[in-house]
């Protein structure tokens, strides 16, 4: 029976680059691989057809022969299928189905890990942030049993080579023509079996403690910044580096300050004679209170602003403002007395109830609506 034409079997052209021939293999190795296709003789046959058309095609001096001589150009020049060919098999296949290493020759998956990340939650008072503080912090962790030392055997015993693996950590299984790599299960990937478990840590290596941290927190942070603490987290496996600690700041809100950024905003209620006639008032700021001049005639609504007695920004680059907000209070109840007076003062004012004429932004704006 003659073979097929490699090209027609991947389905493309003569003229295919060697990236349009790779896409095409990847393309047919994952529809037909009989890991996906267990009841399936043909998909077998299919994926074999392909690997071997690959393993020519991917060849600059095999492919040359064929397109020369086809099939016949092969002949006693290691046609066929080349399991060489396939040095980059893995990045093919191997994240798909999970493989570390195929065809026995790849190259061998490490098994050190990162540690994971914690987060803990830390509460501050509105002043703690905005002046900064250095805390000390209980966090919950896992580290290496000081009973067995990390190494999950009792005291004065040991861990013992795994059977399975032989002590690599991996079997090795052949599957049609392919030799695939997995973690053994026998062990987990450790490449060792633990007889006589540590009976403080139970055989794991690792237990959970209160590890105390001091963390410093800067100035002028807010609510929801976080500080990393770098290599505080949950230890690596298999000599892994250890993940971080992220504290993560909650800061409870201020009697009267708002804070807007790096701005802050509060507001004072003066009475109508404050307003009218003017005044000085005493404004609470972050240190010392300041003393506010009112100037006379002030309306309800007006704002003052005190430049630098707002937030420290985290950059070291200055601080914001405090903006003071004027709120004129009218009395909801009078005296005999005050009533008569305002009465008087009634008298002496003008009285002008028309409609107040729009701003020329909202004449504008309705001119052309």
Do not use: W
């Amino acid at each position: 029976m003659s073979k097929r034409d490699y090209y027609e079997i991947l389905e493309v052209g003569r003229e295919a680059g060697d990236q349009e021939i790779k896409s095409a293999y990847r393309k047919m190795a994952l529809q037909y691989h009989p890991d996906r296709n267990p009841d399936d003789p043909g998909a077998e046959e299919k994926f074999k057809e392909a690997s071997e058309a690959y393993s020519v095609l991917s060849d600059p001096q095999k492919r040359a022969s064929y397109d020369r001589f086809g099939h016949a150009g092969l002949q006693g020049a290691a046609g066929g299928f080349n399991p060489d060919a396939f040095s980059d098999f893995s990045d093919i296949l191997g994240d798909f189905f999970g493989f570390g290493d195929l065809f026995g020759g790849g190259r061998r998956r490490t098994r050190a890990q990162r540690g994971e990340d914690i987060r803990f939650d830390l509460q501050l008072s509105f002043e703690e942030a905005i002046s900064g503080l250095g805390a000390e912090i209980q966090v919950p962790r896992m580290e290496s049993c000081d009973r067995c030392r990390g190494s999950g055997s009792e005291p004065g015993s040991g861990p013992s080579t795994c059977p399975t693996c032989h002590g690599r950590g991996e079997v090795l299984y052949q599957q049609s023509f392919i030799s695939i790599r997995r973690a053994c299960s026998a062990c987990g990937g450790t490449g060792q079996i633990i007889r006589n478990p540590c009976s403080q840590c139970r055989g794991h290596g690792y237990q959970q403690v209160q590890r105390k941290l001091r963390v410093n927190i800067p100035a002028g942070v807010d609510d929801g910044t976080r500080v990393r603490l770098a290599n505080e987290g949950q230890p690596g496996a298999y000599g892994g580096p250890p993940g971080d600690l992220y504290v993560f700041l909650k800061v409870k809100e201020h009697v009267f300050f708002e804070r807007h950024e790096q701005d802050l905003h509060c507001t004072i209620p003066l009475n109508i004679t404050q307003a009218a006639l003017g005044c000085e008032i005493d404004v609470p700021t972050l240190e010392q209170p300041y003393r506010l001049k009112i100037p006379e005639g002030t309306q309800g609504g007006a704002q003052f602003r005190l430049r630098h007695k707002g937030v420290p920004a985290l950059n070291g680059g200055g601080r914001g403002d405090l903006y003071v907000h004027i709120d004129v209070r009218i009395p909801a109840r009078l005296t005999r007395e005050q009533r008569k007076l305002l009465e008087q003062l009634r008298e002496q004012l003008p009285v002008d109830n028309s409609p107040v004429e729009k701003g020329l932004f909202e004449k504008v704006r309705n001119y052309f609506t």
